[in-house]
């Protein structure tokens, strides 16, 4: 195997390892092994398991920020219950090491680290712009999207801890909080109440924003 | 001073230096010139920075969920609306500390951190449940209490960020988010639809919540 390949290899293995567990479970020799290789070569490779950790990272990081991407085509909610599909995936692909890192540490905490994540989040709140039509957001819808990109990853780790709630629900509850967020924004602020507007304007009756109208309908006495 | 009294001056002489600023810009040397006493003395009583900042960050989290206590007394709305005051109060004398820490890092991501972070999510989770007279909170339920205070969180962090919302507005949001993610789950779960019944049903015409419901009947077209 050529340098390159052999590196793009032990990435793989590494972050299989370190998705299935928590990464400061997770050893050097472990990695070898599962690689096939000696230890000494996987130090050939990267100076110690902190880099590999980061490089691992960094795949999955570039893997996540892709799932975000979604056609602009048809209504709204479908569209981030498609990416809140991926999402979830993704979550249950690397449940134990997404939770480890999430909740920090000095296993996982390091500048680098941190900055891929802001980048993940980063790349969320752009797409989410550009699906609302938007290049520039005033406060409040900033705080909006932002807040609720936070709210999907409590969400997410609080179901990987037990698994106690069907992550199909899940997914379209955080379509419906994101509705529910934008409105009571909306019911503050000019902006917020066009976008809410836009955003059910081409909602079809059986999509997931008429199903939640629907539900909270059939909540009043 | 006695060693006891010496050690608590030097915990909030830190204190306020680690909320001001970022603590990996505070030296210790900066904290002795503001307690008065010279560097090594400061030595004598904590190890080291980190052990430092980890007992000033247990004082400001005995603090913080101290500010989460509320009479059982009057409307929900009203008193949840009290404890962000409150939680608003907090972040904002702590300002760049309380970002610093929350966005984590290696100068603020210790195990005793994190730990000290989870302490002040318990209590305030512990406190909502006993407001809502609830001992073993259902799955959704557990939910939609712990994803909402992250949401708070970040709510607090954003706002920190420039301060382009007035934070009088985002208190009062926050209570309308909290209602909004109860009222999205109740329509998935019976026992959240009960307890949304129970959280309106003493609510004053001119509570926050039936403030909510007349922002958002005021959007429909």
Redesign the interface.
């Given at each position: 195997m050529g340098v390159e390949e052999r590196r793009q290899q032990l990435i793989g293995v590494a972050l299989d390892l370190f998705s299935r567990r928590s990464p400061d479970e997770v050893s050097i020799d472990e990695i070898a092994s599962a690689a096939g290789i000696s230890r000494p070569l996987v130090y050939h490779y990267f100076p110690g398991k902190l880099s590999l950790y980061e490089a691992a990272l960094k795949r999955a990081s570039e893997d996540l920020a892709g799932r975000f991407a979604e056609p602009h085509e048809g209504p709204l909610g479908a569209r981030l219950l498609r990416v809140m599909r991926r999402y979830f995936d993704f979550v249950d692909e690397h449940g134990p090491g997404f939770s480890a890192l999430m909740?920090?540490?000095?296993a996982v905490?390091?500048?680098t680290t941190?900055a891929l994540i802001d980048s993940v989040r980063q790349a969320a709140y752009e797409q989410i712009l550009t699906h609302l039509g938007v290049t520039e957001a005033p406060?409040?819808m900033?705080?909006v999207v932002?807040?609720w990109i936070?709210?999907a990853?409590?969400?997410a780790l609080?179901?990987l801890d037990?698994r106690?709630?069907p992550r199909a629900?899940?997914e379209l509850?955080l379509v419906?909080?994101f509705a529910?967020?934008a409105?009571?924004?909306?019911?503050?602020d000019a902006d917020m109440?066009a976008l809410?507007?836009t955003m059910v304007k081409d909602e079809p009756a059986d999509g997931p924003f008429a199903e939640?109208v629907g539900?909270?309908l059939?909540?009043a006495?």
């Open positions: 909740r920090g540490g000095p905490g390091s500048s941190n406060a409040r900033e705080l932002r807040s936070s709210l990853e409590s969400t609080i179901w037990g106690r709630i629900e899940l509850q419906h909080d529910a967020l409105a009571v924004s909306a019911a503050y109440a809410l507007r939640l539900r909270l059939s909540l006495p």
